[in-house]
């Protein structure tokens, strides 16, 4: 069960593996596009392509989608960024369980963004764990756990690819070892655990009164989605990439101080945050260097968190 390119790996693992994968459940076709054309998700698409039966249910409480993933008699249902929270009928169907891969290293980051809260956060290692799920919110039982490292110029879309490889690889050892009878699960300290809650577009608006370090990681976190953006007059700008710089600025947090070469440096709450790639309003993603090209933005003018 998965939906979006993450999930994609863990299936293809799936396949690649000694067990048979008897069918996949997906969110159903979504209208994308201007043209709002009805779109399968990625991981359908890989179901296809390799032959397996594809379940796409509206709800997934109906008799209906109930009986039809039952007649498929899984041993196991592996789930991987699926966006549905799985009903205990579900839970219970499969005699050896259902089993998660997240994003994080539980307990940290139990939610749906783990991988953005992570670059959000200015973490410098995140990871992928599998996991007995529960009704809880990824507070199952942990099977097995991996680091991976996070650069200091990751984005969660760069990072999000190679948790993704992991995660399928072990998904494929975590299911090998619980047919061995070699793995056995440990509770996570519920103590310990830590939210990574649903981004909304909202959460990309900048707040120039934050530091330069953590607008930084916030610009990283949130590309490529929702995109971190700000307003010079009434023009929305989205910031593609950005780093901090130390410093006191004697203007306002939002205001451009200077422009070099390569970058548009702009006073924050402590420090100077460097735009070196941008997206003005109706215009692509450029960098700073191709902007100035054509543009003189003077200093002084300054950035703000409202279109007002």
Same mark, same amino acid.
């Given at each position: 069960m998965g939906t979006p390119e993450f999930a994609v790996p863990s299936l293809n693992a799936l396949v690649r593996s000694d067990d048979q994968v008897v069918g996949v459940v997906t969110q159903p076709d979504r209208p994308k596009g201007r043209g709002h054309t009805l779109t399968p998700s990625p991981v359908k698409?890989?179901?296809?392509h390799a032959g397996i039966p594809v379940l796409q249910p509206v709800k997934i409480k109906t008799t209906e989608f109930l009986n039809a993933l039952a007649e498929w008699k899984p041993d196991v249902i =592996?789930?991987?960024?699926?966006?549905?929270?799985? &009903?205990?009928?579900?839970? =219970?169907?499969? &005699?050896?369980?259902?089993?998660?891969?997240?994003? *994080?290293?539980?307990?940290?980051y139990r939610g749906a963004a783990p991988v953005q809260w992570a670059v959000i956060n200015g973490d410098t290692e995140t990871g992928i764990t599998t996991m007995l799920m529960d009704e809880g919110m990824d507070t199952g039982a942990m099977l097995l756990q991996e680091r991976l490292p996070i650069a200091p110029d990751d984005t969660a879309g760069t990072l999000a690819p190679r948790l993704a490889e992991l995660g399928g690889r072990l998904l494929a050892a975590t299911i090998a070892q619980l047919k061995a009878g070699t793995l056995t699960p440990r509770a996570q300290d519920h103590s $310990? =655990?830590?939210?990574?809650?649903?981004?909304?577009?909202?959460?990309?608006?900048?707040?120039? *009164?934050? *530091?330069? $370090?953590?607008?930084?990681? $916030?610009?990283?976190?949130?590309t490529p989605w929702p995109g971190a953006y700000t307003f010079l007059d009434r023009d929305r700008w989205t910031i593609w990439r950005a *780093?901090? =710089? &130390?410093?006191?600025?004697?203007g306002n947090p939002g205001t451009i101080v200077r422009m070099t070469p390569h970058s548009i440096r702009v006073a924050t709450g402590d420090g100077f945050l460097d735009l070196i790639e941008i997206q003005p309003a109706n215009s692509k993603r450029m960098t700073v260097a191709q902007y100035l090209a054509g543009h003189s933005p003077t200093a002084g003018q300054r950035f703000s968190s409202g279109n007002a």
């Amino acid at each position: 069960m998965g939906t979006p390119e993450f999930a994609v790996p863990s299936l293809n693992a799936l396949v690649r593996s000694d067990d048979q994968v008897v069918g996949v459940v997906t969110q159903p076709d979504r209208p994308k596009g201007r043209g709002h054309t009805l779109t399968p998700s990625p991981v359908k698409l890989a179901a296809q392509h390799a032959g397996i039966p594809v379940l796409q249910p509206v709800k997934i409480k109906t008799t209906e989608f109930l009986n039809a993933l039952a007649e498929w008699k899984p041993d196991v249902i =592996a789930v991987t960024a699926f966006g549905r929270i799985l &009903p205990p009928t579900v839970l =219970a169907l499969p &005699p050896k369980g259902c089993i998660n891969v997240h994003g *994080s290293l539980l307990p940290k980051y139990r939610g749906a963004a783990p991988v953005q809260w992570a670059v959000i956060n200015g973490d410098t290692e995140t990871g992928i764990t599998t996991m007995l799920m529960d009704e809880g919110m990824d507070t199952g039982a942990m099977l097995l756990q991996e680091r991976l490292p996070i650069a200091p110029d990751d984005t969660a879309g760069t990072l999000a690819p190679r948790l993704a490889e992991l995660g399928g690889r072990l998904l494929a050892a975590t299911i090998a070892q619980l047919k061995a009878g070699t793995l056995t699960p440990r509770a996570q300290d519920h103590s $310990r =655990a830590t939210m990574a809650p649903l981004l909304k577009k909202e959460d990309g608006l900048i707040d120039w *009164s934050m *530091s330069a $370090r953590v607008l930084a990681n $916030r610009v990283r976190g949130l590309t490529p989605w929702p995109g971190a953006y700000t307003f010079l007059d009434r023009d929305r700008w989205t910031i593609w990439r950005a *780093s901090a =710089a &130390p410093g006191q600025a004697d203007g306002n947090p939002g205001t451009i101080v200077r422009m070099t070469p390569h970058s548009i440096r702009v006073a924050t709450g402590d420090g100077f945050l460097d735009l070196i790639e941008i997206q003005p309003a109706n215009s692509k993603r450029m960098t700073v260097a191709q902007y100035l090209a054509g543009h003189s933005p003077t200093a002084g003018q300054r950035f703000s968190s409202g279109n007002a």
